[in-house]
């Protein structure tokens, strides 16, 4: 049971690249999360979803776009990346209170 | 405006003491609070939880406590030890959302370091 997995762990981007960022759960969760943290910002939530084929609007959501093709996947991505996205991207899942997160991806935007 | 806030950004407690972290919040329409711990590069691990209809919470050396009045809760961990050297983290949520989801709030962050 490997819980929440996030891929890459590190990246480095130039500007207006894109990348995709893949986050899978084996715990059957309903609901996923993607978050951003950054230095004295804490974690803030870009999108999430709840439940297969359906994503929201988190409290930071411009420059991304998420989908859930499949229950056990959420896939963040990044279409013309800027420095302003450097940061550290964790992924959670749930299946109701308690999120459950991933080890984190960072990503570093020159 | 920040909802839940962790006025410390950090603390330092000798091994065996007590360690007190603390989190203010704004929105009275919250249900639950969290407590996540974080080590370097590693993703936030669920430490405790409470529900506002209780005011104390305890797991082991992990107790939290809530104030509704105050809008504050606070975390007390004893004995402290060197293994939970880490980041702290608070977090509120309002009771299930229309949206289907539990969303979570997260203030800045305590960083505490025991002391051997």
């Known amino acids: 049971n490997a819980g929440v997995t996030q891929t890459p762990k590190f990246r480095v981007l130039k500007t207006g690249q894109s990348m995709t960022l893949l986050c899978a759960q084996d715990m059957n969760h309903e609901y996923m999360y993607w978050y951003r943290q950054d230095p004295g910002m804490g974690l803030r939530l870009i999108h999430y979803s709840v439940g297969e084929g359906t994503t929201a609007k988190g409290e930071v959501p411009d420059g991304y776009n998420v989908s859930r093709l499949k229950k056990q996947n959420f896939l963040l991505g990044l279409e013309s990346a800027a420095p302003s996205q450097t940061s550290v991207y964790f992924c959670a899942s749930s299946l109701g209170l308690v999120q459950y997160f991933g080890p984190g991806t960072r990503l570093l935007v020159l | 405006d920040q909802q839940v806030k962790q006025n410390s950004p950090s603390l330092s407690v000798q091994e065996g003491r007590i360690s007190i972290l603390n989190c203010d919040y704004t929105n009275s329409m919250f249900d639950y609070f969290l407590w996540y711990k974080k080590y370097p590069a590693e993703g936030p691990t669920f430490l405790i939880s409470i529900s506002s209809i209780k005011d104390k919470n305890e797991d082991g050396r992990f107790t939290v406590f809530l104030n509704k009045s105050a809008k504050h809760l606070s975390l007390h961990i004893v004995p402290s030890q060197p293994g939970d050297s880490a980041v702290y983290f608070c977090?509120?949520?309002?009771?299930?959302?229309?949206?289907?989801?539990?969303?979570?709030?997260f203030g800045k962050g305590t960083k505490l370091s025991v002391i051997p």
């Open positions: 977090a509120a949520s309002g009771a299930y959302s229309g949206a289907g989801s539990y969303q979570l709030t």
